[in-house]
């Protein structure tokens, strides 16, 4: 079927309406008309191929809400009118060791994204939620409480689960110091998540300002990493840190803020770190780990907490007209702290 998008036809081009062509509903599919979707910095690096050359043209968008318009013969989880969710990816082999064990993300065959992949099994390249709606497959549909802000919990779908999962594995729990470094769409979450866990939480940054802000969405402290005074202060002291600076950066002086046996893990820089001083690791057996979003049983976990605990992200709703001049406020972190559109400025376009 013909369906209304928003797409970028190279790394110099601005995203403009495109007509995209999304699949007849399948057995076990599930037809969404996309009410919000988010707008995540991986769209960007997508667009732009800072990640390596895309499938052009790319539709991004994989923080997408809607309702369920129609669905396949053999569907059970799912009815019309149902308020559901789609992440970063709509398909794996659902057979290797990290699918059996719920962690889709890591399948060995590799994830389907939900948008710039050319390896679906239905074939053609996937595209993402900047358009009017979206056929996926049961599996990967999740479902959205409708207890919290329908657009506010678009951006659960990647920030959310990306700085929930490694929380979660690492078994954050109340009564720990978790440091949560970096204010952005994935740190302001992460600060979120934290608190409500039960954690004692410290917001590291660079900028007194973000501190500020940090404390308003419910950490206890603030540390400035520039201050060589307040790291020692700090030192050896946390159970967990949540690292979510999306660039490569001296990761050496936040390792000495880690206890004995704990661990910080990165959830923003996908690129290279360095200049590690393995010593940092070796005295005090810390961990340097890493953390790719989460499966689909714990997003949807992750999903019923946020329901219990009425928790979203703080977003400015936009109309899918601005996209581009969003990626460019986005470059500035122009935002508090998640983009979404509005997906009825597309429809009525």
Not at 44 to 66: D, K, L, S
Not at 252 to 270: E, F, H, R, W
Not at 320 to 348: C, G, H, P, T, W
Request: hydrophobic residues 35%; glycine residues 10%.
């Amino acid at each position: 079927m013909s369906t209304k998008a928003y797409a970028a036809f190279s790394e110099a081009e601005d995203l403009k309406p495109h007509q995209i062509q999304r699949r007849d509903l399948q057995d076990k599919d599930v037809f969404i008309d996309i009410e919000y979707c988010g707008v995540c910095h991986s769209d960007i690096h997508t667009a732009r191929a800072e990640w390596g050359q895309p499938h052009y043209p790319v539709v991004p968008g994989h923080e997408i809400i809607g309702r369920v318009l129609a669905v396949g013969p053999n569907v059970t989880k799912y009815k019309v009118g149902d308020l559901v969710g789609v992440g970063c990816m709509v398909e794996s082999c659902k057979h290797c060791n990290p699918c059996d064990e719920g962690l889709e993300q890591y399948c060995e065959s590799g994830m389907i994204g939900t948008y710039n992949s050319a390896k679906s099994k239905h074939g053609g390249i996937t595209y993402g939620g900047y358009s009017e709606n979206i056929v996926v497959e049961e599996d990967f549909v999740l479902s959205i409480p409708t207890t919290i802000d329908v657009k506010a919990a678009a951006p659960l779908l990647c920030a959310g689960i990306t700085t929930w999962s490694p929380l979660r594995h690492w078994n954050v729990k109340k009564g720990d110091k978790v440091g949560v470094i970096g204010l952005g769409g994935l740190g302001h979450m992460g600060v979120k998540f934290a608190k409500a866990m039960g954690a004692h939480v410290v917001m590291i940054t660079t900028s007194p300002e973000k501190g500020e802000d940090a404390k308003k969405l419910g950490a206890d402290e603030v540390l400035i990493s520039k201050d060589a005074l307040q790291l020692q202060a700090h030192a050896n002291s946390f159970d967990f840190l949540l690292n979510t600076i999306p660039v490569g950066h001296d990761v050496n002086p936040y390792l000495s803020l880690l206890k004995l046996d704990k661990t910080m893990c990165i959830v923003g820089a996908v690129e290279p770190l360095p200049g590690v001083h393995g010593g940092l690791l070796i005295g005090k057996r810390r961990h340097l780990a890493g953390s790719l979003i989460g499966g689909i049983k714990e997003t949807q976990e992750m999903l019923d907490f946020c329901g219990e605990h009425q928790i979203v992200s703080d977003v400015e709703v936009i109309n899918i007209q601005d996209i581009n001049n969003a990626y460019e406020r986005m470059i500035k972190s122009d935002v508090k702290y998640r983009f979404v559109i509005d997906m009825k400025s597309l429809k009525n376009s």
